[in-house]
């Protein structure tokens, strides 16, 4: 997020009591709307074509919710591929993604308020005694303050809002006496010794049984947390406030929001993304609207819906901007975009956003449902699959779109009389007059009442806006189309300038060379200096503070940007992207892809048609000699293990063979994409121009599920492609024939700060070219406020290349070595049983770690 900048934004200010989908879908429209380019307005959509989405909605969650509770319950998530339980402690760590959960059946206490909204009032009922029944909040566990508030107590607060209001109504809930109330309250008692900091910031994790002191509590030194994290907790902590009368929980809340404010920097008014929670001290000051941020500001104005409390709203109005991009490559079955649908619609009544959720549905029903439920996307471009379905796609995606196309009519009670949590939970407006025992004012603030020159960037008022009027929605929709390529022209009028006046225009780093004396100057005026590494590397520093004026300032950090930009850009010319590996056969009929790495040689299936055939495994198993079973391989795709011969000898062995491809699989047990680099298979030195069929690799984990597939139903048929490709609908009846497949390469995330720092290396020998993740970039101290590049002295187009070369001499790394993270966990022993249900496949594969990998890398592409 930058500081706005002159001009207004999307109009006027928020109207101060609008009913809030009206004020949400302000919001999502200017946020919205920044971002994306639109179509023209569509037809209206009848009210059959909206029940029949609807009844496909319906449809959805019983296959996702269905799945959790026959091959997963009572553990926290369902593990979709393997068709079982994650429990925590009994699977691989994933790192922070295993912080939300608690062996307390976190799905289904997620999902309670999600069966009303969808008319599912007797399997709610039922939930709810499962939960009253089964669900133990006194496990010794370790976990995330955040989302066990989010989810967890806003769960069992979203489920006791719908209890009592079924119970009001006379039929269900008859017997329901505050049950889940108490629940929630003895949550918050056990959330609340993390905010025993002198700062009253809570701690980021906390232990169920044992709270922060303790020694066996194995958490409580923590000294950093993000923002969304600890300003992310009012809504729940003042409902259940208000439902109890217990103050104490509001209390701490509204004492770390309002903390948080006060550190936020004065000339600006933003805060950063992490805080140090004993000192106040911001860790990392850049600012945004992605991880760990995000749901800070959304708290700030439905606080102020559910609460009345002026000074919430006065927070998110004081340069909140829609000047912002996002790219991201995984798809982890996040709500947000069906979310910004629903109320979009809501404030326009533009037919346009229905068309929209109805394509969420096609594509989430075409590339993520899978036979127990639905997948997470580990790669869009290849459409490969995570064996993972977290708690929010029951609670926010099956919610929104069910309302997206609901009639009023539709649903039992009136969802205008609840303002929906960051996780989808309802909690009812009349809160809002409930013991409001907490000052409205907010003492610790500069502001004792509204400033409407705050509201320049604030998104209008809807009902002026938008006067049911659709094609209205289009005419202020259309200017905004372009919006995101015309953002930023400062970069374009300084070059203009420059010619208009004479000057030579300013350095690009596509033209620098270390070696040109003229250069070096250029650099020093823009406060750019070299500094000689040991190694022969120049490294290039930016002091803004050296700059010759505030122009040459910013030359110089936009000379930083090119750089890093081009090495990243260099590096996609030479890269070979992953392949797939798609089972189509039943009962999976390309639900399940397999992210596979390509080879250097046979045929490229990104220029020809894919490969589809049975698979069969090669005798021997290596392929290193002429195959003692070509019958079984003739016109299949054969199976080799990895290993002592080059990758080439095994492909001309299975071709040979008369196999129409193959999939190496890697001999070193437990490997998987998620944990090590993907490799692209090399040649083996000479011509390969004789090898005409398609070669894959895949790691032992995701190898296994082709095995264990070929052992449980013997035929099982694969596609080789580029890309997953539309499943197949004739060998599928309850699926309608799909488009082709349109899921797009995601571009790697801009980088947008005055801190960073990009180490380049000499390009490699071809033959080991590498395909790498974005340049790294790290932030330096503070003082220095510097952005630097090492580049080669030789090159004066360096790239970026770091890559290791196998043992055997067969494979190329594809991307950097990344860290592995384990931690382990103390079992604890729940009043619940965790017996483990019979799977299809009987191969346990280690969980992805790539939500761990997107988190760090989007935490360096924001700096």
């Not at 393997?82 to 307390?104: I, N």
């Not at 008692?189 to 910031?201: H, M, R």
């Not at 103390?826 to 299809?840: A, F, L, M, T």
Request: proline share 5%.
């Amino acid at each position: 997020m930058s500081e706005a900048g002159g001009g207004r934004g999307c109009g006027s200010s928020v109207p101060q009591r609008a009913p809030w989908s009206l004020v949400a879908a302000a919001a999502a429209l200017c946020l919205v709307a920044a971002t994306s380019v639109w179509t023209a307005g569509a037809a209206p959509m009848s009210r059959e074509e909206r029940q029949k989405l609807g009844n496909q909605v319906l449809e959805m969650f019983d296959h996702a919710y269905g799945n959790y509770m026959e091959h997963a319950y009572p553990a926290d998530e369902l593990m979709p591929l393997t068709c079982r339980g994650r429990v925590r402690g009994q699977e691989p760590s994933r790192g922070d993604v295993d912080d939300a959960l608690g062996k307390f059946s976190l799905t289904l206490i997620d999902s309670l308020d999600t069966l009303v909204v969808l008319n599912k009032t007797k399997e709610f009922e039922d939930a709810v005694r499962k939960v009253l029944r089964d669900v133990n909040l006194d496990n010794d566990v370790v976990v995330s303050v955040f989302e066990t508030n989010i989810r967890v107590l806003g769960g069992l607060l979203g489920g006791h809002s719908l209890a009592i209001m079924l119970k009001e109504k006379g039929e269900y809930m008859q017997w329901y006496n505050d049950e889940l109330l108490q629940m929630a309250k003895q949550l918050g008692y056990k959330l609340l010794p993390a905010f025993n900091t002198t700062s009253g910031l809570p701690y980021p994790r906390i232990n169920l049984k044992f709270g922060i002191r303790k020694p066996e509590a194995r958490t409580g030194t923590e000294t950093d947390t993000c923002t969304a994290c600890a300003g992310t907790l009012i809504l729940e902590f003042a409902a259940l406030s208000r439902f109890t009368g217990a103050t104490i929980f509001e209390e701490y809340a509204r004492k770390a929001l309002d903390f948080l404010w006060e550190k936020r920097q004065r000339s600006s008014n933003l805060v950063g993304v992490t805080i140090n929670i004993h000192t106040g001290d911001w860790v990392r000051k850049d600012s945004g609207v992605g991880a760990g941020i995000d749901s800070y500001y959304e708290y700030l104005l439905k606080a102020y819906v559910l609460l009345g409390d002026d000074s919430f709203l006065e927070r998110f109005n004081t340069a909140f901007t829609t000047d912002f991009r996002v790219h991201w490559a995984q798809h982890p079955l996040r709500p947000e975009f069906a979310e910004s649908t629903y109320f979009l619609y809501k404030a326009t009544g533009d037919p346009y956003y229905l068309e929209v959720g109805k394509t969420l549905i096609e594509n989430l029903n075409k590339y993520a449902r899978v036979p127990c439920g639905f997948a997470a996307m580990k790669d869009v471009r290849t459409g490969s699959h995570e064996d993972r379905m977290d708690s929010f796609f029951l609670a926010e995606m099956f919610k929104y779109l069910y309302l997206l196309f609901a009639d009023k009519e539709d649903i039992i009670f009136d969802i205008e009389d609840y303002i929906f949590t960051t996780e989808a939970h309802l909690l009812p407006l009349w809160l809002s007059t409930t013991n409001q025992s907490i000052s409205k004012k907010n003492t610790t603030s500069e502001y004792t009442e509204l400033d409407d020159s705050n509201f320049d960037w604030t998104c209008p008022n809807t009902q002026i806006l938008f006067p049911n009027d659709p094609l209205y929605a289009q005419s202020i929709r259309e200017p905004l189309k372009n919006v995101v390529d015309k953002s930023c022209p400062r970069g374009i009028i300084r070059v203009e300038e420059s010619f208009r006046s004479g000057a030579k225009p300013p350095l690009r780093a596509r033209d620098f060379m270390a070696t040109n004396p003229e250069h070096l100057e250029i650099l020093k005026k823009m406060g750019v200096s070299l500094i000689h590494l040991k190694d022969g590397r120049v490294q290039l520093v930016q002091h803004a503070i050296q700059a010759a004026s505030s122009i040459d300032a910013e030359d110089g950090l936009r000379f930083m940007q090119e750089m890093i930009e081009l090495s990243s850009q260099q590096q996609k010319e030479q890269q070979l992207p992953p392949r797939a590996v798609q089972i189509v056969s039943h009962p999976f009929f390309g639900r399940v892809v397999l992210t596979a790495g390509p080879a250097q040689f046979g045929l490229d299936l990104s220029k020809h048609k894919e490969t589809r055939g049975f698979v069969a495994s090669s005798k021997p198993y290596n392929g290193c000699s002429e195959l003692t079973n070509p019958e079984a391989v003739m016109g299949k795709i054969a199976l080799i293990q990895r290993g002592q011969c080059m990758f080439a000898e095994k492909a001309r062995n299975i071709q040979n063979a008369g196999a129409i491809g193959g999939i190496v699989i890697d001999d070193n047990e437990g490997s998987s994409s998620d944990t090590a680099p993907l490799f692209q298979m090399a040649g083996d030195g000479k011509d390969t121009d004789d090898i005409k069929i398609p070669m894959l690799f895949l790691f032992s984990k995701e190898g296994s599920i082709i095995l264990d597939a070929i052992r449980e139903y013997e035929e099982v048929e694969v596609l080789l492609s580029d890309k997953a490709k539309d499943r197949d609908p004739e060998m599928e009846n309850e699926e309608q024939p799909s488009s082709e497949n349109d899921s797009q390469n995601q571009s790697a995330e801009q980088i947008t700060s005055s801190s960073q720092e990009v180490d380049l290396v000499d390009q490699e020998s071809p033959e080991e070219s590498s395909l790498n993740s974005q340049p790294e970039s790290s932030s330096p101290t503070d003082t220095d406020n510097a952005a630097s590049v090492s580049a080669s002295e030789q090159n004066s187009n360096p790239v970026e290349n770091h890559e290791t070369t196998s043992l055997d001499g067969e494979c190329t790394d594809l991307d950097n070595q990344l860290q592995e993270q384990s931690e382990t966990e103390e079992d604890s022993n729940p009043n619940v049983s965790w017996g483990k249900k019979v799977q299809p496949i009987d191969s346990i594969l280690a969980d992805w770690n790539e939500d761990i990998e997107a988190f760090e890398m989007m935490e360096k592409d924001e700096l």
